[in-house]
C-alpha cells in the first residue's frame, strides 16, 4: 500500500475511492456520483438521526465525525487507530450501503403526538420513534407509541403484532433501547407499558 500522504484510490463496484486529506486523522471518500442534496456535519452519534449512513460509520468505536457531502463522504478517527487497516474496508462499506438502496439521509417527520409542553428530550424520543423505529416495526405489522418519560425510564406501548409477540422483548432490549440509549444518553431503561 502506498503512503498515506498521496493520493490512494480503491475502487469498489460503485467507483468508490478514498484519499487521505491534510488532517491525517480524516480521510476523504468519493462516491463518483451525487449521493445528497445537501452537506450535513456529524461531530458525534447523537447528531445522526437523519442520516442512517453517518448512524453506520459511528457504530465503530474509533468513528470521531463524519461530514457528508453531495458526492464525498469525509471520516475522522480516533488517534489509535490507522487508516492503513481502516479505508480499504470502509471503503467498501459505504459502497455497499449506497449500491444496496439504503437511504443516506431521510426527512424526518414530526411524530402526531408532539405537543409543545414537551421537554426538548421527549422530542427527540418522539422523532427517533417517528424516523428509525416506527418504519422498521412497521414491516413487521407492529407499531411502538410513546407512552412517558420518567426519571430517565422512557415507557413505550407495543402495538399490532408487537404485543404479545415472543420476541419483543428482545426487540425492546437489544433494539430499540440500544439505539435510543446511544442517541440520547440519560436514558436509562426503555420499559414497555
Same mark, same amino acid.
Given at each position: 500500500? !502506498?503512503?498515506? !500522504? ?6 469498489? /463496484? ?14 476523504? *471518500? ?11 456535519? *456529524? ?19 474509533? !468513528? ?28 467498501? /462499506? ?10 443516506? /439521509? ?88
Amino acid at each position: 500500500m !502506498t503512503s498515506l !500522504t498521496h493520493l490512494i484510490k480503491f475502487q469498489t /463496484l460503485m467507483n468508490v475511492t478514498f484519499e487521505a486529506t491534510p488532517n491525517p486523522a480524516t480521510m476523504k *471518500f468519493n462516491f463518483g456520483q451525487k449521493i445528497s442534496d445537501q452537506s450535513f456535519d *456529524f461531530p458525534n452519534v447523537e447528531s445522526t438521526e437523519k442520516s442512517p449512513l453517518a448512524a453506520k460509520i459511528f457504530g465503530f468505536p474509533w !468513528t470521531a465525525g463524519v461530514y457528508l457531502g453531495e458526492d464525498f463522504v469525509t471520516v475522522t478517527k480516533q488517534d489509535w487507530v490507522d487508516w492503513d487497516i481502516l479505508a480499504t474496508p470502509l471503503a467498501g /462499506l459505504l459502497g455497499e450501503h449506497v449500491e444496496s438502496g439504503q437511504p443516506v /439521509l431521510i426527512t424526518l417527520q414530526t411524530s402526531p403526538d408532539d405537543n409543545e409542553q414537551d421537554s426538548d428530550t421527549v422530542k427527540q424520543i418522539k422523532r427517533i420513534l417517528q424516523n428509525e423505529i416506527k418504519p422498521v416495526v412497521a414491516l413487521d405489522g407492529g407499531d411502538i407509541v410513546f407512552a412517558k418519560y420518567e426519571n430517565h425510564i422512557l415507557y413505550l406501548r407495543m402495538q399490532g403484532s408487537c404485543a404479545g409477540c415472543p420476541s419483543s422483548q428482545a426487540t425492546l432490549k437489544d433494539g430499540i433501547e440500544v439505539r435510543m440509549k446511544e442517541l440520547i444518553p440519560e436514558i436509562k431503561e426503555v420499559v414497555s407499558i
